[in-house]
T-cell receptor, first 114, second 119 residues
């Protein structure tokens, strides 16, 4: 079974700083997808970014980028120029190819301070 | 696009009563819907997966007779908590995924959640 581990329960940075959230996963699959979801205080889950394992290029969405290290089974999220609205719980998730289910990590609570 | 709604957003009920939560995909056809439960400050726990027109597949440890799931159309799934008890109080979240071509994953889009309190 796949597992996803987020080793940082909480993080806090100042506005405009860059922050990196860690995620590691365990799988024997070679083809899969990785996701970062954000859950702000409203509790609405929002897709931040996704990465296909077969792609070597790291995904980027505006201020959000990932560092995908397939051999190390690591999938970290970097938030540049952090904003107050980035304050949220961030969940890393795994989906094997052809599957429907997401496997979530425990989450990292990120606080952006003014 | 890819908007999922849930109704109600919160509900309070008495112990022993049943509560129905609706999940709708507003702008796409959801071939698969998922129901999650989330305890405070914890991650999402998948309860069941439902495909339109088929019986739901429940995760291990989830009582299917207590948490009834119906996915009768491509835009609507319902979760009914039967004979609710205080321990069923939680935040319930649905998600939906639709058809996608090629090798793309079927991204899940989430509803805003329903807070259930059983007195």
């Amino acid at each position: 079974a796949q597992t996803v581990t987020q080793s940082q329960p909480e993080m806090s940075v100042q506005e405009a700083e860059t922050v990196t959230l860690s995620c590691t996963y365990d799988t024997s699959e070679s083809n899969y997808y990785l996701f970062w979801y954000k859950q702000p205080p409203s509790r609405q889950m929002i897709l931040v970014i996704r990465q296909e394992a077969y792609k070597q290029q790291n995904a980027t969405e505006n201020r959000f980028s990932v560092n995908f290290q397939k051999a190390a089974k690591s999938f970290s999220l970097k938030i540049s120029d952090s904003q107050l609205g980035d304050t949220a719980m961030y969940f890393c998730a795994f989906m094997k190819q052809g599957a429907q289910k997401l496997v979530f990590g425990q989450g990292t609570r990120l606080t952006i301070n003014p | 696009g890819a908007v999922v709604s849930q109704h109600p957003s919160w509900v309070i009920c008495k112990s022993g009563t049943s509560v129905k939560i609706e999940c709708r995909s507003l702008d796409f056809q959801a071939t698969t819907m998922f129901w999650y439960r989330q305890f405070p400050k914890q991650s999402l726990m998948l309860m069941a997966t439902s495909n339109e027109g088929s019986k739901a597949t429940y995760e291990q440890g989830v009582e299917k007779d207590k948490f009834l799931i119906n996915h009768a159309s491509l835009t609507l799934s319902t979760l009914t908590v039967t004979s609710a008890h205080p321990e069923d109080s939680s935040f319930y979240i649905c998600s939906a995924s639709g058809t996608s071509g090629g090798d793309s994953p079927k991204t899940q889009y989430f509803g805003p959640g329903t807070r259930l309190t059983v007195l």
